[in-house]
């Protein structure tokens, strides 16, 4: 199963036969899962020039798991994250998938 921010997010509407999700409530579920420790992880410092994309694919074999990563260090949606920055790399993406 593949992990996706929006899977459990219902449509908002329908445009032009394209379906327009809500914001996800993913990002809150992991982090609260990370929190309450339901999620094993590992913890990493970012150096200068790292991506969160680029640390994905080192991590998980693909760089479209960014946002696990920015959602469980609690940094928003972003995928260039200044050097120094702490974050929280959960162990396995099938642990995510129960809080999406």
Known sequence: MAASRYLNTPIAKTI????VRMASSAGRSI???VKNRLIEYSVFTLAEGQRLDVVSANYYGSAEYWWIIAA???IGWQCQVPAG???I???SIDQVIPFL
Do not use: F, M
């Open 89 to 91: 790399i959960p162990s």
């Open 85 to 87: 920055t702490v974050i």
């Open 31 to 33: 982090r609260r899962a």
């Open 72 to 74: 469980a260090s609690g």
């Open 16 to 19: 032009s036969q394209k379906s």
